[in-house]
């Protein structure tokens, strides 16, 4: 996203203008990471007190805005306190993220006018809307790094989609992308979604749907099966051997790869089975 002042038709709080004199807006934002999420800590500070007073009054409220080129993401987290926290998925962002922090409008201000203005604006207000910006810091950029990588997890690896076309088998799979995509027909896909939204079911997607994708998969690896695609290229690929090598399970050594691919799928996604089982045995009990 970038600033321009001239896209400002009334007086803006920032580091390149003169607008709002002898004020200040700072903001910072530190991140920490989990296997999965990108965690920030927001902290915004204004030396303003006239837009301090539209924060306390929720007229107005700071905001980091979030933009990344590579996966088109783009959102904006908005605080009235100075001091807040928020979170990103890990695959909702790759590589650079440019950062704007602003503060906002919360809500149509139709006489914004503030004892801090520049003198050449004295006797004059104006008219706001809610989310227009009052203040801006510098621009910053963050970069999300690869090893936080989503797919790490073996059931990220998998999406399942519906298969819409005509004749289609209930269940196939296509591996030949960074992603192993499970195609449902159109009737077990609606059963799939219903499925999903019941927390206590959730576990019998796996073992109903994952396992045997991760099975089929095992064994395409295991027997080196040709295929008209180059598996060393897929993502997922890489994910399970890296997972396999947890295991002391060498792709490239038979002799490691002893155990049956279903024993190997079961270590590899934590005994659905026996999570599914349970949850059938407490889905009975509720009724």
Known sequence: ?????????????????DDVIDSDFQASLKSSKTQNTYIFEAYCVTSCEGINQLIEDKKALFAFHFECSTTRFRKVFTSFESFFTFQLPADSIEGKVQIC??????EDINNYSLPEFHPDYEGHSFIVKRGDVLGIDAERTFFAEKEIDPLKRIPS??????????????????????????????????????????????????????MPALVSILEMIKNAEEQDF???????????????RELEIDVENKNTFSDSTIAVAQKLIGDPLNISLLALVNFEDED
């Open 1 to 17: 996203m970038q600033i321009n002042y001239r896209q400002f038709p009334h007086p803006v709080l920032s580091y390149f203008s």
């Open 230 to 244: 180059d598996p060393e290229e897929c993502r997922w690929y890489q994910v399970i051997k890296s997972r396999l």
């Open 101 to 106: 922090s602003f503060i906002l409008a919360a």
């Open 157 to 210: 690896i998998f999406s399942v989609q519906p298969n819409r076309g005509e004749n289609v088998i209930p269940f196939d799979m296509d591996s030949s992308g960074h992603k192993i995509v499970i195609k449902l027909s159109e009737d077990n896909f609606e059963h799939y979604k219903t499925i999903s939204l019941n927390q206590n079911l959730q576990p019998l997607l796996s073992s109903l749907i994952i």
